[in-house]
């Protein structure tokens, strides 16, 4: 159990006391190594169960989703809108679930309305389940800079969200606008396509056929 308030602490020691298999970390867990919990260095599977502050809980699923060990599965109670925007499918596609979603199998639960909480937040929430499907690739792996180039291209694409897909690589890649109009004529993507009606497996499809385009750049460096 992590917890980084001392008075819940304080509380979890008191009402878990006859638990002999539970210990408690006071932390903050963006801070925190999970090495120190024997989590990573060994191939221990395990789960993870949270109620995630709102302001942290994107950047801890990044975290454990691309750590070398990642959970088999995350259960999380996190915001509402963020888990609806975790498990978006095209038209309404954005960074944060294709970031997710090229790691996981992702879907919603359960809702919790925000009169279930003391105090009472200002926003629903929602239970979401996070089932990871893919492996970050090891330093220095072959896949590593697919991986790396996955990224790369969506960020780039999602960079003005309501200009058009292919202005954007132009403009964040340095590609000429060419090259992508040729990619998006192998797979029948529209050239007036904007980056949230793109599917992870076209995402994945540009990410494998600019590959060689990233390398050849790479090498002239």
Do not use: H
Request: avoid cysteine; charged fraction near 25%.
């Amino acid at each position: 159990v992590i917890e980084k308030d001392p008075l819940m602490v304080k509380i979890l020691k008191e009402t878990l006391v006859n638990y002999k298999n539970i210990k408690i970390i006071q932390s903050d867990a963006r801070q925190l190594l999970i090495p120190r919990i024997n989590i990573i260095d060994s191939r221990n599977q395990y789960k993870i169960v949270a109620n995630l502050p709102y302001n942290v809980a994107t950047f801890l699923i990044r975290q454990w989703l691309e750590l070398k060990n990642p959970p088999q599965a995350m259960i999380l109670m996190i915001q509402k809108e963020v888990a609806q925007r975790i498990i978006a499918k095209p038209p309404r596609s954005n960074l944060l679930a294709m970031s997710v979603q090229f790691y996981a199998d992702v879907k919603i639960i359960d809702y919790v309305k925000k009169e279930s909480f003391w105090p009472k937040p200002k926003v629903d929430a929602a239970i979401i389940k996070i089932i990871p499907t893919r492996l970050p690739a090891p330093d220095g792996a072959a896949d590593g800079g697919q991986e790396k180039n996955f990224f790369r291209i969506i960020k780039a694409g999602f960079s003005q969200p309501r200009k058009q897909l292919i202005g954007n690589l132009v403009r964040r890649l340095n590609i000429p606008k060419e090259k992508i109009v040729s990619v998006f004529g192998d797979f029948d993507i529209s050239e007036r396509i904007r980056a949230e009606n793109l599917s992870l497996a076209q995402w994945l499809l540009l990410t494998k056929s600019l590959y060689t385009f990233f390398k050849m750049e790479e090498n002239k460096k």
